[in-house]
């Protein structure tokens, strides 16, 4: 199994920024992407930013252009970089790492982290 475990939110004011880790343990070799999603408050999961297994990267349109996604290998860690905060942006964050042949959904998340901004 794959544990993920999220770090790095908090509250900002809008037009702030925040990076959220993701640190990945267990069974890596089962998994080939990673990526974040989140829950904002009566609304659905959504993805935010995710890499695929190809390795390009995919972002919502909601965040293209103010978030980015990275990753260190070495550390088996994914890293979402979330500058120009918007208290639309206020949400439950979560990392979730897909299997080779699945969807995403569908694998493993993490507890999430609070990101909230203010007006």
């Known amino acids: 199994q794959v544990q993920l475990v999220e770090s790095g939110g908090g509250l900002v004011q809008a037009g702030g920024s925040l990076r959220l880790s993701c640190a990945a343990s267990g069974s890596i070799f089962s998994i080939n992407a990673m990526g974040w999603y989140r829950r904002a408050p009566g609304k659905q999961r959504e993805l935010v930013a995710v890499?695929?297994?190809?390795?390009?990267?995919n972002y919502a349109d909601s965040v293209k252009g103010r978030f980015t996604i990275s990753r260190d290998n070495a550390k088996n860690t994914v890293y979402l970089q979330m500058n120009s905060l918007k208290p639309e942006d206020t949400a439950v964050y979560y990392c979730?790492?897909?299997?080779?042949?699945?969807?995403w959904g569908s694998g493993p998340w993490g507890q999430g982290t609070q990101v909230t901004v203010s007006s």
């Open positions: 979730n790492a897909r299997a080779p042949g699945t969807i």
């Open positions: 890499f695929t297994s190809g390795g390009s990267t």
